[in-house]
């Protein structure tokens, strides 16, 4: 099952959050504070985890949810 996360881009590197966006199927809806939802699947977690490592995004302690056309981030307390 795949795993809902938020991510917080530390990359400004265009090109390299289009490749990350595309390889992982990930919707191109950024909020102004660089936020951004991703749905990993569970083969593709080890290779996500990586480009975290490799300092493109920040992995957040949130969940999100969509709301119509909308992207609801919530804080996990």
Known sequence: ?????????????????????????????????????????PEDRELFEECASRGFFSILDRKWRKNGGQYIFISRK
């Open 1 to 41: 099952m795949a795993v809902k996360l938020v991510i917080r881009w530390r990359t400004k590197d265009k090109n390299a959050i289009e490749a990350i966006r595309r390889r992982f199927a990930m919707p191109r809806y950024t909020t102004l504070n660089g936020l951004a939802p991703a749905l990993i699947k």
